[in-house]
């Protein structure tokens, strides 16, 4: 199985800094790397697909990146309204895997 | 619109069953992925299940040979049933549409299945 890593677990930025969490898995996935983000008692949204594809309606502030084994979701300018919980997952083999979450405080 | 709506999560004894269901609308769950992840509380997203449109269905380890996913066409609805149930279970069910790149585009809003004595 795929194992996955994902850090840092919580970080706290201040709106308008630039926001990084990476994920790095135990081989080599290609670009089948997906984000989502998760608010308490909603369901998770999807952000990113292929590792660098924005899902349709998702802020341009959101963006993926990396192939291989290591990915990043970069969020440029954050905002209030992206306090939240972020997921990688892995969707190259089964079984299908998230990283551990990254929360997102905002200041 | 597509719309994923979960039921059947309930309070159940450890040892129990309970099926799941995931009504669709705005896709057709016959010629889809569709797959189930859980949220255990406090924990992260964990993936359960996916049902191909072929009709191959595959599990997580945590799940084998205790849940059954499955399909009826007619009613256009996902559903999971769920046997020997334990603690570990406890968690928000989500049913979700498998989209480009395996990702999962669409999902519904969770149902809650408790297990406890």
């Known amino acids: 199985d795929i194992q996955i890593t994902q850090s840092p677990s919580t970080l706290s930025a201040s709106v308008g800094d630039r926001v990084t969490i990476t994920c790095r898995t135990s081989q080599r996935i290609s670009s089948y790397l997906n984000w989502y983000q998760y608010k308490p008692g909603k369901a998770p949204k999807p952000l990113i697909y292929s590792a660098v594809s924005l899902q349709s309606g998702v802020p341009s502030r959101f963006r993926g990146s990396g192939a291989g084994t290591e990915f990043t979701l970069t969020i440029t300018t954050v905002q209030p309204e992206d306090s939240a919980t972020y997921y990688c997952q892995q969707s190259y083999s089964l079984p299908w895997a998230f990283g551990q979450g990254t929360k997102v405080e905002i200041k | 619109e597509v719309q994923l709506v979960e039921s059947g999560g309930d309070l159940v004894q450890p040892g129990g069953s309970l099926r799941l269901s995931c009504a669709a609308s705005?896709?057709?769950?016959?010629?889809?992925?569709m797959t189930w992840v859980r949220q255990a509380p406090g924990k992260g997203l964990e993936w359960v299940s996916v049902?191909?449109?072929?009709?191959?269905?595959y599990y997580a380890e945590s799940v084998e040979g205790r849940f059954t996913i499955s399909r009826d066409d007619s009613k256009n609805t996902l559903s999971l049933q769920m046997n020997g149930l334990t603690g570990e279970d406890t968690a928000v069910y989500y049913c979700?549409?498998?989209?480009?790149?395996?990702?999962?585009?669409?999902w519904g809003q969770g149902t809650l299945v408790t297990v406890s004595s």
């Open positions: 979700a549409k498998v989209g480009d790149g395996y990702s999962f585009d669409f």
């Open positions: 705005g896709l057709s769950v016959s010629v889809n992925y």
């Open positions: 049902l191909y449109s072929g009709g191959s269905a």
